[in-house]
């Protein structure tokens, strides 16, 4: 069974950054990524695309990044990246790394995969 792994999350300052790693483990040999990144959810609000990217490397960002976080992966070891700098309150949520994988030449078995959450919090 393939899991993802998320780290990084944590508290910072206004104007500070912070990097999410995700990384899919367990049964990963023979998986195809169609496409991985991360989704963020504040209370009371709805969940929100923050950073997607497919396996040939076409990045998409949510409006309100504004070029302040970049995506990026290591496919050797099926690991996304999320570099956030100049965060601000609004940044406040939890993360969700999101995996669309399935098994290799198999995509009847193409499904979402999700993380638990990694919480960030910016603040002074």
């Known amino acids: 069974q393939v899991q993802l792994v998320e780290s990084g999350g944590g508290l910072v300052q206004p104007g500070g950054s912070l990097r999410l790693s995700c990384a899919a483990s367990?049964?990963?040999?023979?998986?195809?990524?169609?496409?991985m990144g991360w989704y963020r959810q504040a209370p009371g609000k709805q969940r929100e695309l923050v950073a997607t990217?497919?396996?040939?490397?076409?990045?998409t960002y949510g409006d309100f990044v504004k070029g302040r976080f970049t995506i990026s992966s290591d496919g050797r070891k099926k690991t996304v990246y999320l570099q956030m700098d100049s965060l601000n309150r609004d940044d406040t949520a939890v993360y969700y790394c999101?995996?669309?994988?399935?098994?290799?030449?198999?995509?009847?078995?193409?499904?979402?995969?999700w993380g638990q959450g990694t919480q960030v919090t910016v603040s002074s």
């Open positions: 999101n995996a669309d994988l399935g098994a290799v030449y198999e995509p009847s078995t193409r499904r979402d995969y």
């Open positions: 367990g049964s990963t040999s023979g998986i195809y990524i169609y496409k």
């Open positions: 990217m497919t396996s040939g490397a076409e990045k």
